[in-house]
């Protein structure tokens, strides 16, 4: 069976400190990869996908940006973050193909920028 | 980009059903409907997803009519548990993610 794994679950971390989410999944090949970001109250956002090794789509202008160095990782980054970083980062993963595939998700990292 | 409209909340009793529509005005020839499920602090979980007609499965039913410009999810016989948000998006059947918008979906409250 798959299963995405996401760390750490939780980060508080002073504004212009650099950052590193990673995500990795097991069990299936060549996935989707996704991240989202959802802050106090609101819906989800797209940050970036990826239908494969390097390749990488943003979504969103920000201070963000995310790298797959391998098949089944994903990683999120910043070099300076900010106070509007602060949330609820998930990492997803779909059979590769349709956008409309299902998707799975991460059990999160919950981003506290002070 | 077919955009949906939902209602940001709803509430309902224990034991009763619960619809939950959708309106997406824009939706294209190639586009589907889908649901998905979300708990406080955790990721979303898909639930349904339909191109016309009706749709079943363990957990809910998904009603979508003729001109597919809404569509209902219904819950059938919502418990506590069942408290948590909704989100509808439509989706086409096409490589890319540029359609991938959750809004802030329906936050459903079931009430003891």
């Known amino acids: 069976s798959q299963t995405i794994h996401q760390w750490p679950a939780t980060l508080v971390q002073p504004v212009g400190s650099p950052l590193s989410l990673e995500c990795t999944v097991e069990?299936?090949?060549?996935?989707?990869l996704y991240w989202y970001r959802q802050a106090a109250g609101r819906g989800l956002q797209l940050l970036f996908y990826s239908v494969g090794i390097g390749q990488i789509s943003s979504e969103v202008p920000q201070n963000l940006s995310a790298s797959r160095p391998q098949d089944r990782q994903f990683i999120l980054s910043s070099k300076k973050l900010l106070l509007s970083d602060s949330g609820f980062y998930l990492c997803?993963?779909?059979?590769?193909?349709?956008?409309?595939?299902?998707?799975?998700f991460g059990p999160g990292t919950r981003l506290t920028v002070l | 980009l077919a955009k949906t409209t939902q209602p940001i909340s709803m509430d309902s009793y224990e034991g009763q059903e619960v619809n939950i529509t959708c309106s997406h005005n824009?939706?294209?020839?190639?586009?589907?409907i889908t649901w998905y499920q979300q708990f406080p602090s955790q990721g979303p979980r898909f639930i349904i997803q339909?191109?016309?007609t009706k749709v079943t499965n363990e957990v809910a039913s998904l009603f979508i009519p003729a001109d597919r410009k809404s569509s209902t999810l219904s819950l059938p016989r919502v418990s506590l548990s069942d408290t948590a948000v909704y989100y509808c998006?439509?989706?086409?059947?096409?490589?890319?993610?540029?359609?991938?918008?959750f809004g802030t979906g329906t936050r459903l409250t079931v009430i003891p």
């Open positions: 339909g191109y016309k």
């Open positions: 998006l439509v989706l086409p059947t096409q490589t890319g993610a540029n359609n991938l918008f």
């Open positions: 824009n939706i294209a020839t190639n586009d589907y």
């Open positions: 069990g299936t090949s060549n996935p989707n």
């Open positions: 997803a993963w779909s059979v590769g193909g349709r956008v409309n595939n299902e998707q799975f």
